[in-house]
């Protein structure tokens, strides 16, 4: 089956910088999703990558390289707040289907 | 109400119990989404309705069953459930199934199975 593979937990400091990546099989993906999940809520969309590059959206950047099968989602100037878990998930393209990683929970030490 | 609404909130529930989980969003959508998330386990998709027709079916066991009355509304029937079914299960909505539509998640239901 198509695997997403993402580091189970992170620790940054407040105000620092972080990277969480995500990899997966190159065939039958289509794009990448970034969503934020505080404990106890529901996801929350962050972005959505299609094509190779950086998009950047306030504090928050993705980035994708298709042929390499890999993503990242950046985090600056980091906040108490951010502490959550971020799954990253792909779009295969055979069937729109949308497969979740198993998140990276991100705690923010101050 | 605005968003994605689920009720009820939290449900312990015996094995040989059926009861339903509702979900309702209020956001125009044409699609709506059931999710299953266990502890330690990627999110898993159980089932896809489209303008009401379920699109897609995980290979959910039938102790699972979705009803979609409407465009806004999305029930998940439970019965003669087991304990590894215990999870959170997520309810979201999107423009239209499949593609790059942004999904809009509810809080989710805490099930407990005893």
Not at chain 1, 55 to 84: C, I, P, T, V
Request: hydrophobic residues 30%; charged residues 20%.
């Amino acid at each position: 089956g198509q695997n997403i593979d993402q580091p189970t937990e992170m620790t940054a400091t407040e105000g620092a910088i972080v990277q969480i990546n995500c990899t997966y099989q190159t065939s039958g993906f289509n794009g990448l999703f970034w969503y934020q999940q505080h404990a106890g809520e529901a996801p929350t969309f962050l972005s959505y990558n299609v094509l190779d590059g950086l998009e950047e959206k306030g504090r928050f950047s993705s980035f994708l390289s298709r042929s390499k099968g890999y993503s990242y989602l950046l985090l600056k100037e980091l906040q108490m707040k951010d502490s959550a878990s971020y799954l990253c998930a792909g779009l295969m393209n055979r069937d729109d289907k949308i497969i979740f990683g198993k998140g990276t929970r991100l705690h923010i030490l101050p | 109400e605005t968003g994605v609404t689920q009720t009820p909130r939290h449900l312990v529930m015996g094995m040989t119990n059926k009861k339903s989980l509702k979900c309702e969003q209020h956001l125009g959508h044409n699609a709506m989404y059931w999710y299953k998330q266990s502890a330690k386990k990627p999110l898993e998709l159980m089932f896809v309705y489209n303008f009401k027709e379920q699109t897609e079916n995980n290979s959910v066991p039938s102790r699972f069953s979705p009803e979609c009355p409407n465009s806004s509304h999305l029930f998940l029937h439970l019965h003669t459930l087991q304990p590894e079914d215990s999870a959170l299960y997520l309810c979201a909505s999107s423009q239209a199934s499949g593609g790059s539509y942004e999904q809009y998640f509810g809080p989710g239901t805490r099930l407990t199975v005893t």
